[in-house]
């Protein structure tokens, strides 16, 4: 009888912190929009501090764990971010009138995009040999179409881009034209032809995935290929977000997309292969584990259910690709031959200049 009593009385508890996070949700909606009325930034770094803060003291005065204070709270704020994020997307008129062609817009980041543009007001069509029969706006082939759009935004896979950036080039659409692809080096030549068919065209790589909500601490990066006015109608599509906007050169974004995108594809790659390989170690690993080997496991799982053709493109047709997987297996090389020959020295010298980098990098 007490057991259940106890149980009652959790359940009336959740119930009540469900009610509060409701309350907190329709509070934070008014500061958003009192943000927006006022021409008032979204994000509100001190005011985060503060309330965390706050919540650490709170917590430790009444004898709760202020980390779990820390993470409830954290979890709000990212709540109450996204929340005033989409308001503030919603609530702007950038698209109002305009009209957007997804090529490829059935694919996962074809598809954030159509949502994330028509909650802009942007009248959004698709056309992707996926679209079912009968879909609003939406064909199997965008050769089909006069191609009379404000927008023209090509998200197929890399190799599939390359060749409507040439089709699209002796079409010469009079919009905007643009490509959300991983790499840029493979459509070099689709690019290029555009600009010469004086066309106003530039490239954008979102880094982050389909599954993305918030778009604070994401960044958007933007290759201008000579047409200002373009790249600039393409800034103004994240102009309402918190997103960071970064500028690069079609070289340089594959430089240093080799690091960013195939050395850490790669790593996680060598990880779950050589833990599959493993043998009869397999089934005794999920009954041992660490910190380390915990946090690297999540991350390699993400990597392993993504999307393989994707990863394979990133790896094999990006003309930078060779030398950070070069880098990678040089560096396991050197771990090995350290351990090798004992040499501790140059073992624990390895791990400090490792330090020092990320400490820089943070």
Known sequence: MKLDRLRQRLTQIDCDLIRLAKERHDIVAEVGAHKIAHGVPTRDYERERDVLKGA????????????????????????????????????????EGKRVLVIGGMGQMGAWLVRFLRSQGYGVE???????????????????LELDHDLVIVAAPIKVTAGILKDLAERKPKGVVLDIGSLKTPLREGLLALAAAGCRVTSIHPMFGPDTRLLS??????????SAEATAEAKRLFGATMAEQID??????????AYVLGLSHALNLAFFTALAESGELVPRLKHISSTTFDAQ??????????????????????????????????????????????????????????????????
Do not use: C
């Open 56 to 95: 650490r003291e709170l917590a430790e005065s009444i004898g709760l764990d202020p980390e779990l204070a820390d993470q409830i709270m954290r979890l709000m704020i990212r709540s109450s971010l996204t929340q005033q994020e989409e308001t503030r997307v919603a609530a702007g008129t950038e698209g």
């Open 126 to 144: 698709i056309a992707d040999p996926y679209a079912p029969a009968g879909m609003p706006d939406a064909v199997t082939d965008w050769r089909e």
């Open 217 to 226: 601490g994401r960044h958007v990066i933007f290759v201008d290929l000579g």
């Open 248 to 257: 690069m050169s079609l070289e340089e974004h594959d430089r240093l997309i």
């Open 297 to 362: 496991l999540k991350v390699a799982s993400l990597v392993a259910y993504d999307n393989p053709h994707l990863y394979f493109e990133i790896q094999a047709l990006n003309e930078y690709g060779d030398t950070s997987l070069k880098a990678l297996r040089q560096a396991a090389e050197r771990v090995q031959a350290l351990v090798a020959t004992g040499d501790e020295q140059g073992f624990v010298a390895l791990m400090e200049a490792g330090r020092r980098y990320l400490e820089k990098k943070r």
